[in-house]
Each structure stands twice: as structure tokens, then as C-alpha cells.
């Protein structure tokens, strides 16, 4: 079985694997001859705001068919909002007969799905299912108008045997002014898809990761706010991996993610010399600890290797303290790293911080951000900083890439922020 950490981090490796756009989407709602998609020229314009993208249009002409996209990272896992044309409207203007019925958004979503699960596992053995991991596609959610389409999300229900997804769409017939001959989908994204695929196959999978061990650790926290607790990975021994350890990496997942789904990444992690750390969120949310006031619990556990060892239960850990410890955030995860961010340098244990698929961050009221933090943004397929989306709160710090390589270009008062590609 593929490593999880593969289809975690995968979509920063290669845009080419596993791409899919809201051009492909067309063609699958479509569902006219083949002949006739090859003869039609779709393409796609991106978005980088939800205002722009819910003002624009799909267009069609005998030429050509334009779609329009954007990727939201609101939910538990990415999204990939498509404006595409009905059936009705394209087939009356080439003045061509459909196979059938036009596709719901429902099956672009499971060719997705069915694409990350295939990327997964590969194509040497047998893999499960869609349904042997417990993902199950309900039909599409339908709107009547765009009001009421625009601020919906893909429906996520998380039940007893595993996730229930559900697009939403909007159809309008080609006779409405202006709005007519639409049809509008919102479903999981090719990077959300490997999410989900990822998760699914670590809890389907009774032994995931045969060659590692996990520990679980403690340290308590003051007052009311009870413990705090993180996984450690080992191979052969506690004390042999503490020992030959290299350096620290404490991995924050992101909203609604066991810590168990980011098995993969902790062993790869693991295997490149790193003590790794996985934390364990209340409810998987970081976002709770944060507004309870217990304090971030990665951050709370790079301070205590550095400063406090011996509070940690379960495990001597005070020979790491010398290391450098490095948080690994992803969305959510990564998003309530942002305070850590604007806390200068010299009063921080945290030697980087590397945020992948975080579109916000946290900013704290009255302090400055960024004040020499070595900072990593790994760029993906849809991680919402790609495509020229950086922050503006960053852009006001000098720093911009160039599209297509994701150069990094720092203002010199800033030199110690670091753009990089895995």
C-alpha cells in the first residue's frame, strides 16, 4: 500500500498527477459523443475570489466553451466550485444529440474520488473500494437560484461506518434570460479527494504503518485546562529513535483529521532521522484549543522539549532538547500556527514552520506579523496560496513568486522568510 504521506503531500510533488479541472467537469456532465468533445475546444479561467468567481459566467459558442472555477478550503476538505453549461445549452448550439441524460454533479465527484483512490493504492494489487472505505455519494443537493447556491458548501456528514458526501448544484433551463442554460456544481476537489482517501484507507487498514510504533504522551496543563497530548513515532526502540534523532518535527493536522490519518507523513518524517510528533486535538480541531485558552498544543509541545522535557509524561525526551523542532501545519492545523508566526525569533523554540494548504492565517490583534520567522509555504495543486494567491498581509511584506516555478523573491528586510516546493 502506498504511504499516506504520499497522498497527503503528493499534490505538492507533481501538478501533473491526478490533475482535474472544471474543463474535465464539463465533459463529464455533458455526456454527449465523444467526437463531439474532441471537436470542442473547453477551457477554464480560475478565480481567486469567491466575489468574482459568483459574478462570472460559463460561456458557450460554436467555437468554444468557457468554464469558471474556484477552490474553497472553508470545509473539512477542499473544494472545487465548477460554472459549467447545461446540456440543453450546448447541444442546441452545436445542434448535436445527446447520449442521455445530462450526468449530476454526483459523478464528477466519484470519478474524482475514484482517480485519488486509484493514485493511492496504484495499480500493481487490488485495492477496496469506495464503499470498503466507508465513502458514500449521495445525489446532488439542488437549488433553485444562484442566491442560494452561491453560499453553500459540499455537504460532509460524518457517520458511524465512515463519510457521507453530497454536491450541491444549480440548473436553470435555457430559455431564462441572461441566467439560463446553467448548471453549477460544487464538489471535492483532487486534493481534498487524496484527504479523504488517505483518511479513509488509515482507519480501513487494521495494521497501516506494520514497521512503526506509536507512543502516546501527555503533559499537563495548568488550572482547569486538564492535559494536552501528542503521538510519537518509533521503529525499533523509543530510546534507539530518540537517540539517533537528527531533529524534531511536531505535525499540527488539520480541521477534523485524526491524528492517525497523518500516520504516513510521520513515518516518512520518521524515516529521514526526525522524532515525530502528531498531535492530538480535542475533537481533531486545533482551532478549540486555541479558543479555550489552553494554548496550541504543538506549540505548547515545542516549548516543553525545548525548555521542559521532564514535564512530558511517558518518555524521557530531555536529549532532543539541543534539536531544532520544526511544526508541520496543515490547514486548519497549519492556520492556528499563525500566532507563533508573529512572535519574534529570539523568544521562540521553534526553529521553522511549515504550512501547506493554508489559505488564512492568524493574525494577533496589535502585534506584527512575520518578525523573522523562517517560514516554509508548500505549494499544491489547489492549496489556496498558488496561482498568485499569497495573503495580503504578506504581500505587504515585500514578498511575491512568479507563477509558474514559485520563485521566491524576499524584500531584504524580510530574507529570513523562505517560499519552497517539496
Not at 58 to 86: D, F, H, M, N
Not at 185 to 191: A, M, R
Not at 284 to 311: C, F, M, Y
Amino acid at each position: 500500500m502506498k504511504h499516506l504521506w504520499l497522498a497527503t503531500l503528493s499534490l505538492v510533488c507533481a501538478s501533473s498527477a491526478h490533475a482535474f479541472t472544471c474543463a474535465d467537469a464539463q465533459k463529464i456532465v455533458l455526456n454527449l459523443p465523444q467526437a463531439t468533445l474532441d471537436s470542442l475546444s473547453i477551457s477554464t479561467v480560475d478565480y481567486e475570489d469567491t466575489a468574482s468567481f459568483v459574478q462570472s459566467k460559463p460561456l458557450v459558442s460554436s467555437a468554444e466553451l468557457i468554464t469558471r472555477s474556484y477552490v474553497s478550503t472553508e470545509g473539512p476538505y477542499e473544494q472545487l466550485w465548477c460554472k459549467l453549461k447545461s446540456q440543453e445549452a450546448v447541444s442546441s448550439t452545436l445542434k448535436v444529440t445527446a447520449l442521455g441524460s445530462p450526468h449530476a454533479c454526483a459523478l464528477v465527484q466519484e470519478q474524482v474520488l475514484e482517480a485519488a483512490l486509484q493514485e493511492h493504492y496504484g495499480t500493481e494489487t487490488a485495492h477496496p473500494s469506495l464503499k470498503d472505505l466507508g465513502i458514500s455519494l449521495l445525489e446532488d443537493k439542488d437549488f433553485k437560484t444562484g442566491s442560494q447556491w452561491a453560499p453553500s458548501q459540499l455537504i460532509v456528514k460524518k457517520t458511524a461506518s465512515g463519510v457521507e458526501l453530497q454536491a450541491t448544484r444549480l440548473t436553470s433551463p435555457t430559455w431564462v434570460p441572461v441566467f439560463g442554460g446553467m448548471n453549477y456544481c460544487k464538489t471535492i476537489s483532487p486534493q481534498g479527494a487524496r484527504q479523504l482517501i488517505a483518511e479513509a484507507s488509515a482507519q480501513h487498514e487494521e495494521t497501516p504503518f506494520n514497521s512503526y510504533q506509536t507512543q502516546r504522551v501527555e503533559w499537563q496543563l495548568g488550572g482547569i485546562f486538564g492535559k494536552q497530548s501528542a503521538l510519537f513515532y518509533f521503529k525499533d526502540s523509543i530510546e534507539s529513535t530518540i537517540s539517533k534523532a537528527k531533529g524534531i518535527y511536531i505535525i499540527s493536522p488539520g480541521g477534523e483529521i485524526p491524528a492517525t490519518a497523518m500516520s504516513g507523513l510521520a513515518e516518512a518524517l520518521s524515516d529521514k532521522g526526525f522524532a515525530t510528533f502528531i498531535v492530538q486535538y480535542p475533537k481533531d480541531l486545533a482551532i478549540l484549543d486555541t479558543v479555550s485558552g489552553r494554548g496550541n498544543a504543538a506549540l505548547n509541545l515545542a516549548e516543553r522539549l525545548k525548555h521542559h522535557p521532564e514535564s512530558i509524561q511517558s518518555v524521557d525526551f530531555s536529549s532532543l532538547q539541543p534539536l531544532a523542532i520544526h511544526l508541520f501545519g496543515h490547514s486548519l492545523g497549519g492556520a492556528t500556527l499563525g500566532s507563533e508566526v508573529i512572535k519574534p525569533l529570539e523568544q521562540s523554540s521553534v526553529a521553522q514552520i511549515v504550512l501547506y494548504g493554508t489559505a488564512q492565517f492568524v493574525k494577533m490583534p496589535g502585534q506584527t506579523p512575520l518578525s523573522h520567522r523562517p517560514l516554509a509555504l508548500l505549494f499544491g495543486e489547489h492549496d489556496g496560496l498558488s496561482h498568485g494567491s499569497i495573503p495580503g498581509f504578506l504581500k505587504n511584506y515585500g514578498l511575491s513568486y512568479q507563477a509558474d516555478d514559485f520563485s521566491p523573491h524576499a524584500s531584504p528586510d524580510e530574507a529570513a522568510i523562505v517560499y519552497q516546493q517539496l
